[in-house]
């Protein structure tokens, strides 16, 4: 990613991502929060089935819309117990409301956010 877009990803926690439905090829958007941690950005949320995380376990590329731009990215998904509690780890804790780190191990997709 350019230094560029990677300064507006930072400025935006709150952002829009397009997937392809597994099922339907249809593009599916929804709002999300990204997250920075290791240095790196990431997609994840609360423990629970997520139908954008499923997208992208069988299509990792989408589109990540920021407040004045597009970016064609892609999504490498985290299934190492290492590397995501080395992740979690870093997220979690600033979460007041996130509940319990071992509760996001056991259950919350991870996604790094990568240029395509």
């Known amino acids: 990613m350019t230094d560029d877009a990677w300064r507006a990803l930072e400025r935006q926690q709150t952002v829009e991502i397009t997937t392809v439905g597994r099922r339907s090829g249809r593009a599916q958007r929804i709002e999300t929060w990204r997250y920075r941690a290791a240095g790196r950005y990431w997609l994840t949320g609360s423990p629970g089935r997520r139908d954008w995380y499923a997208n992208l376990l069988a299509q990792p590329a989408f589109t990540l819309h920021l407040a004045d731009r ?47």
Not at 70 to 95: H, K, N, Q, S, Y
Not at 104 to 114: C, F, N, Q, R, T
């Open 70 to 116: 597009e970016l064609a990215v892609r999504g490498r998904v985290v299934t190492d117990p290492d590397e995501r509690a080395r992740v979690f780890g870093e997220i979690v804790p600033g979460l007041e409301w996130a509940g319990s780190l071992d509760s996001w191990l056991a259950g919350s997709p991870l996604v790094e956010i990568l240029l395509d």
